[in-house]
Structure formats: C-alpha cells, structure tokens
C-alpha cells in the first residue's frame, strides 16, 4: 500500500482577514472550509483548495491573532508549492505579482521544473511550480470564480521543502517507513550546500514529492506567522489507513493514534527531526456537511462539536471575509 501523494499542508496566520484576501483575492483559491481548530476552538481553521475541495489541493491556516514572527531555521518545512499548468502560467503570475506588489523571484529551475518563489504577507514561503504535462499524481479542477483566468489558475499543491540539519533520519522514515523512493537532486539555490534530494510516492510528479535540504549552518526555526505546522499526505481509504495506523505504531514511532477529524481520519506523528507529519484519508471530503455550490460560506463545525455551536460561536472573534 502506498500513500498517493500530498494532502494537505497547514500553516500559521496572524491575521485570519488578510490571509483570506491573499489566498482567494491575489491567489485565487476557493475557501473550501471555514471552521475551528478542533483542539482548541477559539481558533479559526481555513481551508483552501481548489473548486471541489479535493486532496492534494488545500492548504489550511490556524489563525492565532498576535503570533510573532518566525525565525527561519532547520526541523522545518521551509516552503510549500503549488502547480499550474505551464511555464506560460508562471510569466502570468510573475506579472500579477509586480501589480500587486507582492513579493517575488524570478522563474528559476527546481528538480528540472519551471518554478516562481514569492511569499504572502505574513512571509510564507510558496513557490509555484509549472507542470509542463508532466505525468504523475493528477491536478485538482481550477476554481473559475475569481478574476485569475483559469487557464493560469493554481491547480493544487506541489512539493515541500524540509529543511534539516541532518537529514538522514527523515529519509529513513521517508523511505523505509512510509515508502517513498529516490527520484533525483537539484543544486541548492543557497550556495555552496548539498544538492537537494527529491523523494517521491505513489504516481509521482510535482503533487507527490518532498525536497529534502541539508542546511547544518541554520539554527532551528522558531514558529511564528508563516511557519508550516505540519503536512499531511494521503491515504485513499478507511482500510488503508487502518494499515498505516498499524504501520507507523510498529516502527515505534510517537503518535497520536486514530482521530477522527469528520472530513478525515488523520494519525500525526513526528519524524526523527521533530518535524509532523500526518497521514489523512480521502474521504469522506469537505462536500460531507454542505454542498459542493455553497461550501466555505458559513462555519460548518463537525457532529461532534454542533451541539456547542452556541459556545464556540460566542467564544470566536468576529471574522469579516467579504465572500
């Protein structure tokens, strides 16, 4: 059993409204889900994805007002992609991003692909990254409802960086654990450090990879805004995330047992350098409690949490997204 590729990954905000504008008003997305942080619910949960939600598309944000900044450094994940279609997508984007003032490099190679590095407004690391036609793990369907033409339009996530000061370990779970193989390297775009190791699973491709960075100069990160707080990977099912639950516990890996978080069974676990990863399934999906045309509109709490509505709306600031 293999896991298929990229899940999801989830970062911090300092500031709910404005990381909103960014991801649906500059970059485009759909708000696929707008909920609470399920362990603590005094703090928003944004999802955002692509015009159905699917896996491999979102990328989610806990919003904690008043987080400070974040000092970069190893035991991280140091940048998160997302695909478009092809480099002609990259020179759109290139050009919005002058517009919009947002800032940005310019299309450079990663691991033989076409890419653009830029950040939000809290500093968060992105890189977008051309397809090409590349075959692997397929894209998600581009959300036609923002003024990004959807032949440019971002199309779900691409690789994530994990930046380490020895990164042996990680790759052992990588490889050994959680079955990812050895696809390739691309020379550091920091200088004179180890080229960077590319490991891929399932289909492979751009939505199925982690890009391993040996950096043994930096100090370790210090989360703030804009810090990566995990990234999760898919399993399709409920039979095979009973495998994985099994598998990670017979590695002795540290691990959070079964949770069930309604549009996902997930199991977190931290690898040898303390960064977490998740595993999460498929399904149900985040069409489970509303339908497709209106999801994101309003704040949809699981079963389990519903009979405290009235509580947990009380307890959350006032959020004003102009949707």
């Known amino acids: 059993m293999k896991l298929l590729g990229l899940h999801h990954v989830s970062i911090l905000t300092g500031k709910a409204e404005r990381n909103f504008h960014f991801y649906t008003k500059v970059l485009g997305l759909r708000l696929v889900k707008k909920t609470v942080n399920q362990d603590n619910t005094e703090s928003y949960h944004l999802f955002y994805g692509d015009a159905k939600g699917s896996p491999g598309t979102e990328i989610t944000f806990f919003d904690i007002p008043g987080l400070g900044h974040t000092y970069p450094g190893v035991s991280s994940i140091s940048s998160t992609s997302f695909r478009v279609k092809d480099t002609v997508s990259l020179r759109y984007w290139e050009e919005r991003f002058e517009q919009l003032g947002i800032h940005h490099g310019t299309i450079e190679k990663r691991a033989g692909r076409d890419t653009l590095a830029f950040q939000d407004y809290e500093g968060t690391r992105l890189v977008l990254v051309a397809d090409n036609g590349e075959k692997g793990v397929r894209a998600g369907e581009a959300w036609g409802q923002s003024d990004v033409p959807v032949e440019h339009a971002i199309i779900g996530l691409g690789p994530v960086t994990l930046t380490l000061a020895i990164p042996e370990p990680t790759i052992?779970?990588?490889?050994?654990?959680?079955?990812?193989?050895?696809?390739?390297?691309?020379?550091?775009?920091?200088?004179?450090?180890?080229?960077?190791?590319?490991?891929?699973?399932?289909?492979?491709?751009?939505?199925?990879?982690?890009?391993?960075?040996?950096?043994?100069?930096?100090?370790?990160?210090?989360?703030?805004?804009?810090?990566?707080?995990?990234?999760?990977?898919?399993?399709?099912?409920?039979?095979?995330?009973?495998?994985?639950?099994?598998?990670?516990a017979s590695f002795g890996l540290m691990n959070s047992g079964k949770v069930e978080r309604y549009y996902f069974k997930a199991l977190y676990f931290r690898e040898p350098n303390h960064i977490l990863f998740e595993l999460s399934t498929d399904t149900p999906g985040f069409d489970v409690d509303e339908p497709m045309e209106t999801m994101g509109e309003r704040l949809a709490l699981p079963p389990f949490l519903e009979p405290r509505r009235q509580e947990i709306e009380a307890k959350l600031r006032p959020l004003d997204l102009d949707l």
């Open 172 to 248: 052992g779970v990588l490889t050994e654990v959680m079955g990812f193989r050895h696809v390739g390297s691309y020379p550091s775009l920091a200088g004179e450090f180890p080229d960077i190791q590319v490991y891929a699973t399932g289909e492979g491709g751009p939505g199925a990879e982690v890009h391993i960075e040996a950096r043994p100069d930096l100090p370790r990160e210090r989360a703030g805004r804009g810090s990566v707080h995990h990234v999760a990977f898919r399993v399709p099912n409920e039979e095979e995330y009973e495998y994985w639950v099994k598998r990670i």
